[in-house]
């Protein structure tokens, strides 16, 4: 399982960046697809997540309604569209997979980044006041 970030960068404080990542060596409708953020001496976050064929998707609290995660198919490739950005979101962007699970109600999604199995090399996101 191979997976490829891109689409880093610096970028000003409200303006979006878009990032992207791409997945080979698995078959899709058995996996979660999500992005993970790490800043310096913090824990890691799960900021969203995909599951395709029925799945859920996800957002922490701290990036909805502001990020964007969808996947192409054809490119075989799930996206990370940030808009809104802020001095805060400055961390280290990781894009992983792990299995589908089922939550309690029936819902598939990966929110605790310890469920993820596989990870890219990671993408450095910086946003200027």
């Known amino acids: 399982v191979q997976l490829v970030e891109s689409g880093g960068g610096l970028v000003q404080a409200g303006g979006p960046l878009r990032l992207s990542c791409k997945v080979s060596?698995?078959?899709?409708?058995?996996?979660?697809i999500g992005w993970v953020r790490q800043a310096p001496g913090k824990e890691r976050e799960g900021i969203a997540s995909?599951?395709?064929?029925?799945?859920?998707?996800y957002y922490a609290e701290s990036v909805e309604a502001r990020f964007t995660i969808s996947m192409d198919d054809n490119k075989n490739t799930v996206c990370l569209q940030m808009n809104s950005l802020k001095p805060n979101d400055t961390v280290y962007y990781s894009c992983?997979?792990?299995?589908?699970?089922?939550?309690?109600?029936?819902?598939?999604?990966?929110?605790?980044?310890?469920?993820?199995?596989?990870w890219g090399q990671g993408t450095q996101v910086t946003v200027s006041s």
């Open positions: 060596g698995l078959i899709f409708d058995d996996y979660v």
């Open positions: 995909y599951s395709r064929n029925g799945g859920n998707i």
């Open positions: 992983a997979t792990g299995p589908r699970v089922k939550d309690y109600s029936g819902r598939v999604y990966i929110s605790n980044p310890d469920q993820y199995t596989y």
